[in-house]
T-cell receptor, first 112, second 115 residues
Framework: AQSVTQPDIHITVSEGASLELRCNYSYGATPYLFWYVQSPGQGLQLLLK??????LVQGIKGFEAEFKRSQSSFNLRKPSVHWSDAAEYFCAVGARDYKLSFGAGTTVTVRA | NAGVMQNPRHLVRRRGQEARLRCSPM?????VYWYRQLPEEGLKFMVYLQKENIIDESGMPKERFSAEFPKEGPSILRIQQVVRGDSAAYFCASSPGTSDNSEAFFGQGTRLTVV
């Protein structure tokens, strides 16, 4: 069975500071990993995805994530957050058919 | 190119009524996926459809829920005799296929409230 754990329910970070969101997954084969962002009342927007190749993945809005097979992790990072990054972030794992399993999400609050 | 369109955005139903949620995929996309997001939880896969076919409905509750994606028109998620526990956000996603380069785009969701 596939599953995702996002250990941090809520993170508060100062504008301009770095951000790291944790994601641990359980999957029986080579995982397809995704990070999505959801702003209030909006749908999900894909930030980045990992299928194979380079384990450091660059995404939109200055985000990156690193796949670490030995740790079953796919943590999301951003060097300097902006107020507009306040949102809920979801890590997901799945197979090519997009039957994705999502974590419960991490809410990011950005303080001035 | 319009994105994935879901309507209505908000839907209120009384217990026992039927709820119909619509999803128009992006142009050129023939694969549709429905997910449900319960309060304080992540999205849970419900069903995967292609035109006129249900490919995988392993996430659908066994009773009261059904989905279709007809040859013409939007995909419909139908919930009969709704109960309070059906209150959730229902998201639809579409993709052109299932290759590594395919990306699933999500709609803005329909927020169902059962009173």
């Amino acid at each position: 069975a596939q599953s995702v754990t996002q250990p941090d329910i809520h993170i508060t970070v100062s504008e301009g500071a770095s951000l790291e969101l944790r994601c641990n997954y359980s999957y029986g084969a080579t995982p397809y990993l995704f990070w999505y962002v959801q702003s209030p009342g909006q749908g999900l927007q894909l930030l980045l995805k990992y299928f194979s190749g380079d384990t450091l993945v660059q995404g939109i809005k200055g985000f990156e994530a690193e796949f670490k097979r030995s740790q079953s992790s796919f943590n999301l990072r951003k060097p300097s957050v902006h107020w507009s990054d306040a949102a809920e972030y979801f890590c997901a794992v799945g197979a090519r058919d997009y039957k994705l399993s999502f974590g419960a999400g991490t809410t990011v609050t950005v303080r001035a | 190119n319009a994105g994935v369109m879901q309507n209505p955005r908000h839907l209120v139903r009384r217990r026992g009524q039927e709820a119909r949620l619509r999803c128009s995929p992006m142009k050129g996309h023939s694969h549709v996926y429905w997910y449900r997001q319960l309060p304080e939880e992540g999205l849970k896969f419900m069903v995967y459809l292609q035109k006129e076919n249900i490919i995988d409905e392993s996430g659908m509750p066994k009773e009261r829920f059904s989905a279709e994606f007809p040859k013409e028109g939007p995909s419909i998620l139908r919930i009969q005799q709704v109960v309070r526990g059906d209150s959730a956000a229902y998201f639809c996603a579409s993709s052109p296929g299932t290759s590594d380069n395919s990306e699933a785009f999500f709609g803005q969701g329909t927020r169902l409230t059962v009173v």
